[in-house]
């Protein structure tokens, strides 16, 4: 999903990176844990939201040197000047919440089930996969189907 999307399902305020808002987001990682164990999980993913306390500012630096396409900072709480400085070079948009970590995570899974293809990238990046990983023939031999004539050519 989209960074503008996240923003708007979480009624999140924009801090900065407001000009790249258009970033899809393919994975959420929760920084709850200490930076070590956090990096192993950052590692991990990529194209990611990071979801963590607006106080974290050790998870926060590590997240933006990660696959960090979105960084949702929770609890209200004013970030520090040099996440934000980081992030504006990076452009990595920073969303702030009012919400607990778990409330935000929560929200961000169900907006996750609920993703439609309105951007143009997303539909690129679907038809691709279905070029890459989907076999219609193979389909339709399994259900003994065939297609029509005219679409078969």
């Known amino acids: 999903m989209s960074v503008q999307e996240l923003a708007q399902q979480l009624d999140a305020q924009v801090l900065c990176g407001a000009?790249?808002?258009?970033?899809?987001?393919?994975?959420?990682?929760?920084?709850?844990?200490?930076?070590?164990?956090?990096?192993?999980y950052f590692d991990r993913s990529r194209n990611m939201a990071v979801v963590t306390g607006g106080d974290r500012t050790d998870i926060q630096l590590t997240a933006l040197e990660k696959s960090t396409h979105c960084l949702?900072?929770?609890?209200?709480?004013?970030?520090?000047?040099?996440?934000?400085?980081?992030?504006?070079?990076?452009?990595?948009?920073?969303?702030?919440?009012?919400?607990?970590?778990?409330t935000t995570v929560e929200i961000i899974d169900r907006t996750f089930g609920q993703v439609r293809?309105?951007?143009?990238?997303?539909?690129?990046?679907?038809?691709?996969?279905?070029?890459?990983?989907?076999?219609?023939?193979?389909?339709?031999?399994?259900?003994e189907l065939k297609l029509p004539l005219a679409q078969s050519n």
């Open 72 to 102: 949702i900072l929770t609890g209200q709480i004013t970030p520090d000047p040099m996440i934000l400085s980081r992030a504006e070079d990076l452009e990595v948009p920073v969303l702030s919440v009012d919400l607990d970590t778990l």
């Open 117 to 143: 293809l309105h951007e143009a990238s997303k539909f690129k990046c679907v038809t691709q996969l279905m070029a890459d990983h989907f076999n219609l023939g193979r389909l339709l031999d399994i259900l």
């Open 19 to 40: 000009r790249h808002l258009d970033i899809m987001v393919e994975s959420l990682t929760v920084g709850a844990m200490n930076v070590s164990a956090a990096m192993k």
